[in-house]
T-cell receptor, first 114, second 111 residues
Framework: SAVISQKPSRDICQRGTSLTIQCQVD?????MFWYRQQPGQSLTLIAT?????????ESGFVIDKFPISRPNLTFSTLTVSNMSPEDSSIYLC???????????FGQGTRLTVV | GDSVTQMEGPVTLSEEAFLTINCTYT??????LFWYVQYPGEGLQLLLK?????DKGSNKGFEATYRKETTSFHLEKGSVQVSDSAVYFC??????????FGTGTSLTVIP
């Protein structure tokens, strides 16, 4: 299994500012995933973060808006930059573990941009 | 590409009612299939999974059978409880790929 600590759990931010979300895993993992969950919607993969290389972004997401750091095998950050109300969402980090793979999730960061 | 189609909600049931949430998938090869549950204010947790055709995943009274012929993985529970109120996500995973999630089905169980 994997225990993932994500913080902050929630925040209310002013438009135009940036927020950095932290994700700490209790053991080393190769890949960490960042998702966005908009109200009433499913999870949308933002990017995959690999240690020692640049993150791989999905269509519709760019590094300037969502810069990601992955300084070691147990930690990653996602920054939501120059926020607008449309960025209001839940952001989740995730890892995949096991030979019969299972996804583990942090508790999420509920972001409200006003 | 890979995708998951899930029954839309919200679903409201009385306690002890029978639950079915439909899920079908599109994927090449032989994906593993999952149901995740998200309780209010929490992240997603694995509810059950099945890794090959005809496997049945089960947990906490919930069951789902991997049906390759119908590309389905419907979630069922014979008698729901108020504590089952949550959002349920169907998902698939292929080795070397990523998880794909359905849109989620919100379940509310009333006493």
């Amino acid at each position: 299994s994997a225990v993932i600590s994500q913080k902050p759990s929630r925040d209310i931010c002013q438009r135009g500012t940036s927020l950095t979300i932290q994700c700490q895993v209790d053991s080393q993992v190769t890949m960490m995933f960042w998702y966005r969950q908009q109200p009433g919607q499913s999870l949308t993969l933002i990017a995959t973060a690999n240690q020692g290389s640049e993150a791989t972004y999905e269509s519709g997401f760019v590094i300037d808006k969502f810069p990601i750091s992955r300084p070691n095998l147990t930690f990653s950050t996602l920054t939501v930059s120059n926020m607008s109300p449309e960025d209001s969402s839940i952001y989740l980090c995730s890892v995949v573990r096991g030979t019969q793979p299972e996804a583990f999730f942090g508790q999420g960061t509920r972001l409200t941009v006003v | 590409g890979d995708s998951v189609t899930q029954m839309e909600g919200p679903v409201t049931l009385s306690e002890e009612a029978f639950l079915t949430i439909n899920c079908t998938y599109t994927a090449t090869g032989y994906p593993s299939l999952f149901w995740y549950v998200q309780y209010p204010g929490e992240g997603l947790q694995l509810l059950l999974k099945a890794t090959k055709a005809d496997d049945k995943g089960s947990n906490k009274g919930f069951e789902a059978t991997y049906r390759k012929e119908t590309t389905s993985f419907h979630l069922e529970k014979g008698s729901v409880q108020v504590s089952d109120s949550a959002v349920y996500f169907c998902a698939l995973f292929r080795t070397g790929n990523q998880f794909y999630f359905g849109t989620g089905t919100s379940l509310t169980v009333i006493p």
